[in-house]
């Protein structure tokens, strides 16, 4: 079935350090991917997509690229600040009627001053 | 209030309690599900409505007990529940066209069974 394999947690990184949170999935049709963030206390809040082969999601300096190849979908950021302090998601949308999400375990990133 | 409202935020419950959990859109979206968050454990699909329907079940234990009245609302009824179903409960709501759509998701109540 579609499932989803992130990076174990946790990741600690200095501010300004670039990020990197690997992604790559299982599906058998053609997925789209997403990225979803956790702040403490809070629900998940999508932080980019990606519908198709070859797309570039991208929000507030983050950016994972659609890898058909590959079957991943790794988030970035090349400046990485406090408050990017949170639980990361991946996540696919199997395009079925109910429209289900699967998500990977999470990654929880701490950056210090 | 914008978004998706749970309510609510924090619940304890003894293992013979009843309890409810609310959850209210107020995104003109017409799909509404429910999730449970466990410690290092993907999130888990339990519910799914679409138009007021129920088209998801994923082999969820019959303690649990969803309603959907309207598409804005959305209930999860809860008796006789396990310390293992501690947990966070996450409602999400969506748009729903046939392709992706986008899930948003509620701030969750935080489940502990005693």
């Known amino acids: 079935g579609d499932s989803v394999t992130q990076m174990e947690g946790p990741v600690t990184l200095s501010e300004e350090a670039f990020l990197t949170i690997n992604c790559t999935y299982t599906a058998t049709g053609y997925p789209s991917l997403f990225w979803y963030v956790q702040y403490p206390g809070e629900g998940l809040q999508l932080l980019l997509k990606?519908?198709?082969?070859?797309d570039k999601g991208s929000n507030k300096g983050f950016e994972a690229t659609y890898r058909k190849e590959t079957t991943s979908f790794h988030l970035e950021k090349g400046s990485v600040q406090v408050s990017d302090s949170a639980v990361y998601f991946c996540?696919?949308?199997?395009?079925?009627?109910?429209?289900?999400?699967?998500f990977g375990t999470g990654t929880r990133l701490t950056v210090i001053p | 209030e914008t978004g998706v409202t749970q309510t609510p935020r924090h619940l304890v419950m003894g293992m013979t309690n009843k309890k409810s959990l609310k959850c209210e859109q107020h995104?003109?979206?017409?799909?509404m599900y429910w999730y449970k968050q466990s410690a290092k454990k993907p999130l888990e699909l339990m519910f799914v409505?679409?138009?007021?329907?129920?088209?998801e079940n994923n082999s969820v234990p019959s303690r649990f007990s969803p309603e959907c009245p309207n598409s804005s609302h959305l209930f999860l009824h809860l008796h006789t529940l396990q310390p293992e179903d501690s947990a966070l409960y996450l409602c999400?709501?969506?748009?729903?066209?046939?392709?992706?759509?986008?899930?948003?998701f509620g701030p969750g109540t935080r489940l502990t069974v005693l």
């Open positions: 999400a709501s969506s748009q729903f066209s046939g392709s992706t759509d986008t899930q948003y």
């Open positions: 409505y679409s138009l007021e329907e129920r088209v």
């Open positions: 995104l003109g979206h017409n799909a």
């Open positions: 996540a696919l949308s199997d395009r079925s009627g109910a429209n289900n999400l699967f």
């Open positions: 990606a519908t198709k082969a070859d």
